[in-house]
């Protein structure tokens, strides 16, 4: 299968090769690259988020999807309003006990493969709630891609962890925390 693609995008030079032609000129030539590169590099630019938004964190949620901050240029911009049809769980705020079994379901109703976003220090690691009824962390019921810390977070940390995440998905170049 030949495909035209930018090699900054591809995860290492292994996925990549070129026939034909010679020099720079690749005009006419033909690019050959893996196919799990190609569905991959599809996968990171065409997230589908679902926001299960419980706090305060969700003014700044609201803040990045706006048009200032504008997460659409990475291709996530457009939330589902079923789990069905989102691979991209954003966790966003401060998540209780009572709240939990309800997350765990949401997260079992996406299909595979799915990525999750634990979005402030709340949702996190329970943030400043130290009591009986906050989930010290949301990887205490779902597994977790990627931690933004802050409370809330600034827009630049949220684009930040989106493409963190991009990086995981197309090939674990990132080292994530
Ligand atoms: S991290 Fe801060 S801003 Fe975000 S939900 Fe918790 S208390 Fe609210």
Not at 20 to 39: C, P, R, Y
């Amino acid at each position: 299968m030949g495909v035209m693609y930018k090699q900054s995008e591809l995860s290492s030079a292994d996925d990549l090769s070129i026939g034909g032609g010679s020099g720079n000129d690749l005009a006419g030539n033909v690019l050959l690259t893996k196919v799990e590169a190609v569905v991959n590099w599809g996968r990171k630019f065409s997230l589908f988020q679902y926001p299960f938004v419980t706090a305060c964190c969700g003014m700044e949620f609201m803040a990045v999807n706006a048009p200032q901050h504008d997460i659409a240029r990475y291709g996530c911009e457009v939330p589902r309003f079923t789990p069905r049809q989102a691979d991209l769980l954003m966790v966003v705020g401060t998540v209780t006990h009572k709240n939990a079994p309800v997350l765990k379901r949401i997260y079992e109703q996406m299909a595979e493969p799915k990525w999750v976003i634990a979005f402030g220090a709340c949702a996190s690691t329970g943030g400043f709630y130290d009591n009986y009824a906050t989930v010290p962390g949301i990887d205490h019921i779902i597994p977790v891609d990627v931690y933004i810390p802050g409370c809330p977070p600034r827009p630049e940390q949220i684009q930040d962890a989106i493409q963190l995440l991009m990086d995981k998905i197309q090939g674990g170049r990132a080292e994530l925390v």
